[in-house]
């Protein structure tokens, strides 16, 4: 499974972005995940298209919605009010299971910076 994420760039405080995820495979479950300079790489959303299931991390519930275009294979993160705390590098990676640990996810996209100007 190759995985390309794309999508980031420089915003201020309280704009949206669409981050794009593109699979070489029609995926079930895929997520997104960011790392900010000097910190952990942290669960963003997930999505597990077949059930209908979506696990959002507490920091962006009501502001990030995670959704699928099952023609293009691709899944995209819409972020809405955004906050200098959101900038970080994101991103998308296909497991098994919709989960908050990275480790258990085997594929892994490049990842896609967004800043967040305040």
């Known amino acids: 499974v190759q995985l390309q994420a794309s999508g980031g760039g420089l915003v201020q405080a309280g704009d949206s972005l669409r981050l794009s995820c593109a699979a070489s495979?029609?995926?079930?479950?895929t997520a997104w995940f960011r790392q900010a300079p000097g910190k952990e790489r942290e669960f963003v959303a997930g999505f597990r298209w077949r059930r209908g299931y979506t696990l959002y991390a507490d920091s962006v519930k009501g502001r990030f919605t995670i959704s699928r275009d099952g023609a293009k294979n691709t899944v995209y993160l819409d972020m809405s009010s955004l906050k200098p705390e959101d900038t970080a590098v994101y991103y998308c990676?296909?497991?098994?299971?919709?989960?908050?640990?990275?480790?258990?996810?085997?594929?892994w996209g490049q990842g896609t910076l967004v800043t967040v100007s305040s």
């Open positions: 495979v029609s995926t079930d479950v």
């Open positions: 990676a296909v497991g098994s299971n919709v989960v908050r640990d990275s480790g258990k996810y085997a594929y």
